[in-house]
């Protein structure tokens, strides 16, 4: 069993950790009050080829694979984790339309995504009635003479306001269930598609998340992505990998907080030692350092198996699963060890706090991770008959 990493993977960590040392973490709580989306600090990270780490090089990526793109994540999230949710569903939607696409679609549109030439992706799939359900979906795609038109409201869209490249899921046979939903390439600024609203978050303030509306916007057959009546299974498919980006994100919003828990119990002192020399304050310490290296463990699992093709489903359901619910409790015990300091804003593990609580939510809840990884182990007992 190989434990260690290449040196392809170690050069991307370290240019992850030096751009996000050097430009994300000083700025992030200031975009965090302004709620300045990270255009700029996205073309750059562009340029560093860390927009589209997995996706092949001949599309503009980086072709580094799943591992180098987890190990990014992380580190782009300890930076500014508003910035990694935006560069986490680029990814995922480059990755989709290069693997998916046809040639025509992949030459269009992946270039524009890794280059930061269309800002970023989005994945519009949720809707106010269908989040965890998204077979319920409400958007109608029609058929008209040389295309569709989409209309419908998407809801909880993550760089929705900014994205050059949308992928719209919309029901093609109303009352086929799954089979009759299709997913679509949408370019931002099609005429008929709009900003509707923009949440205003607990955390991750300077990413958006946006209510988009589509009236009759139409598009060409050019712009069916996967087959007519293939987006259900796409979306699964894709949310499988952008769960691995999302573990990643928690592992590192909660190695910043643990981190920085770790500085302050050394240096603040009460009772006439480094409160770290409290059994009570290292015991936190010790715990949290524990998970977080398990969740990293569970994490680069499944960008492992994802890398190397094999079924990474569950892995990667019980990584987003375990990282996600163990980061909000490091997070938490990296508060507590701060005391009041860890409370103000002149200490950014309050952000921590706020910043990692979606990671249990979106791409799928807890909830819904469980039941993903209950019914994978129904259908291996069937299998193999136990
Ligand atoms: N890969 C490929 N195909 C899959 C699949 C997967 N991982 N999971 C299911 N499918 C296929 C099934 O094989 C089945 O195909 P057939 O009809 O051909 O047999 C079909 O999809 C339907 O599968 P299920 O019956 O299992 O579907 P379900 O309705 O019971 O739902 C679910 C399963 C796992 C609960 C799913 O609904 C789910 O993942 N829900 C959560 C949705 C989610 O994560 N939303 C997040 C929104 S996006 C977001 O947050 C992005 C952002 O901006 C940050």
């Known amino acids: 069993m190989e434990l260690g990493l290449s040196e392809e993977q170690r050069a991307v960590q370290k240019t992850a950790r030096d751009y996000a040392e050097r430009r994300l973490a000083p700025a992030a ?26 996706v092949p090089e001949e599309l503009g990526g980086a072709g580094a ?3 180098a793109y987890s190990l ?8 500014d984790a508003s910035v990694a949710v935006a560069v986490s569903v680029t990814n995922m939607v480059a990755e989709l339309v290069a693997r998916i696409g046809d040639d025509a ?3 269009r549109h992946v270039p524009r995504l890794a280059s930061g030439e269309a800002v970023c992706g989005a994945f519009a799939l949720s809707e106010p009635q269908a989040g965890s359900d998204p077979a319920a979906l409400a958007t109608r795609a029609e058929r008209t003479a040389g295309g569709w038109r989409l209309s419908g409201t998407k809801q909880w869209i993550t760089s929705g306001d900014h994205a050059g490249v949308v992928v719209v899921w919309a029901m093609t046979e109303p009352g086929a269930g799954h089979k009759g939903i299709t997913a679509f390439l949408v370019e931002g600024g099609t005429p008929g598609l709009t900003v509707a609203r923009l949440e205003d978050k607990m ?5 958006s998340t946006a209510q988009l509306v589509l009236d009759d916007v139409a598009v060409g057959d050019d712009a069916v992505l996967g087959g007519v009546g293939g987006g259900f299974r796409l979306a699964m498919m894709a949310l499988d990998g952008g769960r ?3 573990a990643s994100q928690a592992v590192g919003i909660a190695r910043g907080a643990l981190e920085a828990a770790i500085r302050y119990a050394g240096e603040r002192v009460q009772f006439g030692v480094p409160i770290i020399k409290h059994q009570a304050v290292g015991n936190m310490l010790a715990d949290a350092a524990t998970w977080l290296d398990a969740a990293t463990l569970l994490t680069l699992r499944a960008a492992d198996l994802k890398e190397r093709e094999l079924p990474f489903g569950e892995a990667a359901a019980m990584a987003k699963l375990f990282a996600t619910e163990r980061a909000g409790l490091v997070c938490d ?4 060890v701060h005391g009041g300091n860890g409370y103000t804003t002149d200490y950014p593990v309050e952000r921590a706090c706020r910043d990692v609580r979606v990671t249990r939510i979106y791409e799928g809840t807890s909830e819904i991770q469980r039941i993903v ?5 129904l259908a291996r007992a069937a299998r193999e008959g136990r």
């Open 203 to 207: 955390g991750l303030r300077a990413s």
């Open 105 to 107: 679609q992949r030459r």
């Open 65 to 67: 694979g799943a591992v």
């Open 333 to 336: 015990l990296a508060l507590q």
């Open 72 to 79: 990014a994540m992380q580190e782009l999230a300890r930076g």
């Open 244 to 246: 691995v980006g999302i």
């Open 373 to 377: 990884i209950a019914r994978s182990l």
């Open 29 to 54: 709580r200031a975009r965090d009050e302004s709620k300045a989306f990270p255009v700029a600090e996205l073309r750059e990270l562009a340029e560093l080829g860390l927009l589209a780490v997995a």
